[in-house]
């Protein structure tokens, strides 16, 4: 399995395997186990170290949006803090988001009912300390195809990135390729101060 056929059996199975449950599904064991194996894999020509993980959902209950995400130690190893790289899945069609993000849930306990707001805020600050990777990276918003504070957190949180359709999913070098200019933008955001961003005041989601 590469990593574009994982991304790919997510995105077309996700939708029929939410009306089962999640416990022994093989696609949950795709979602935590082969699709990171495979993004592990591509991961291996870059320097430093990664954390990967996938999400199906939590307990009993599927997520909206399953993720699968590559977190630097030094900076996350949680997508409710922080920034990290994402594939995301949404609800509503065939396709996957490739999204440098920052953490959703950090900033809905630190903001509450502004958290969306704040969140676009800081993401169009910190594109603009990115604006070499427009180019690469094109996709300045995403839509996830599902009401709730995670999925329009999610949406809110986007920095920078990619949508895939099915297509797309078929070129592994391409994708390879992709994920390396991923990979250098989450570095070049750590150099140039991470979330810190200036509105007024200057602050930090941590």
């Not at 990290?84 to 920052?102: G, K, N």
């Amino acid at each position: 399995m590469s990593l574009g056929h994982a991304l790919r059996r997510i995105v077309e199975e996700y939708p029929l395997a939410r009306l089962d449950p999640p416990a022994g599904h093989p696609l949950a064991a795709v979602i935590r186990r082969g699709a990171p194996d495979e993004l592990r894999a591509a991961l291996e020509s870059e320097e430093g170290s990664f954390l990967v993980k996938g999400s199906p959902g939590r307990g009993s209950h599927w997520a909206a949006v399953p993720w699968l995400a590559v977190f630097d130690p030094a900076i996350t190893t949680s997508a409710t803090r922080g920034y990290y790289l994402v594939y995301l899945f949404p609800a509503d069609r065939e396709v996957v988001h490739l999204s440098l993000a920052q953490g959703t849930v950090a900033a809905i306990r630190a903001h509450g009912p502004n958290a969306e707001a704040y969140l676009r805020s800081s993401g169009d600050a910190l594109r603009s300390r990115l604006s070499d990777f427009a180019g690469r990276l094109p996709n300045k918003s995403i839509t996830l195809g599902s009401a709730g504070e995670l999925p329009e957190g999610y949406e809110a949180a986007h920095i920078l990135g990619l949508t895939y359709d099915l297509d797309a999913l078929g070129d592994e070098r391409r994708l390879r390729a992709d994920l390396s200019v991923g990979v250098a933008a989450y570095r070049a955001l750590k150099a140039r101060g991470g979330l810190t961003v200036s509105t007024g005041h200057v602050e930090a989601i941590k």
